[in-house]
């Protein structure tokens, strides 16, 4: 994946800006395990300099989810990435399966 900067935004908080900009971006993530479990944006995306990826490839899934990402080599996932099962930012399993409920499967 091609990296792009992003503005530079110092000591802030990614949901500083994003809060305002990409509220349902922020809401997915802090209902997410990640959110939850206070894995911040720059495992996934890098810095907000130069190493910035905007849709990150499952490499930068590998180092905590070795055996998941390592499960796309079988046939089965031929062609397919962590997104083609699981909403980005929500990342909930479950919730995962109903990737296309806004509501994200629950009732």
């Known amino acids: 994946m091609v990296a792009r900067a992003h ?38 995306h890098g810095s907000t300099q130069a190493g910035f990826v905007a849709k990150p490839g499952p490499e930068r899934c590998q180092p905590c989810h070795a055996a998941q990402v390592d499960s796309l080599k079988t046939p089965v996932m031929k062609n397919k990435d962590c997104w083609s ?23």
């Not at 530079?8 to 809401?27: F, K, M, Q, W």
């Open 7 to 44: 503005p530079d935004v110092g000591a802030g908080d990614c949901a500083d800006c994003h809060r305002a900009t990409h509220p349902p971006v922020v809401a997915d993530y802090e209902s997410s395990k990640h959110g939850r479990g206070l894995v911040g944006c720059p495992v996934c």
């Open 85 to 107: 099962c699981h909403v980005p930012h929500r990342l909930n399993p479950h919730m995962a399966l109903h990737k296309n409920d806004p509501n994200g499967g629950a009732k």
